[in-house]
């Protein structure tokens, strides 16, 4: 199973684009820090990870600070690179 759901801060928005086939993709950056138990310990948490959306969710309004949940899974950027990117499929 991969579902990863994050609640976080929208630190930026890059340019709406299109792939060859006219499907419309948005990448942006958020920042999460929380707090979070783990083994009987409070740990402080902080993340902030590349995430990218298609189709017509690439033209809901995301604003720099706005704070959002967004679900969505996990998957390495290419083939090539190790790099993993957040592709969201929801937004609330």
């Known amino acids: 199973m991969n579902q990863f759901s994050l609640l976080g ?3 930026f928005v890059g ?6 086939s006219g499907l419309p993709l948005l990448e942006f950056k958020v920042r999460h820090d929380s ?3 783990e ?4 740990k402080k948490v902080y ?6 959306v298609a189709g017509s969710l690439a033209k809901t309004k995301l604003n720099l600070g706005d704070k959002r949940v967004f679900r969505g899974f ?3 950027r290419s083939l090539k690179s190790q790099q993993i990117i ?6 609330e």
């Open 47 to 52: 993340l902030e990870i590349n995430c990218r």
């Open 86 to 91: 957040f592709h969201v499929t929801s937004i």
């Open 35 to 37: 707090s979070q138990d």
């Open 9 to 11: 801060e929208i630190i």
């Open 74 to 76: 996990m998957q390495n």
């Open 39 to 42: 083994a009987n310990l409070t």
């Open 15 to 20: 340019e709406l684009r299109f792939t060859p």
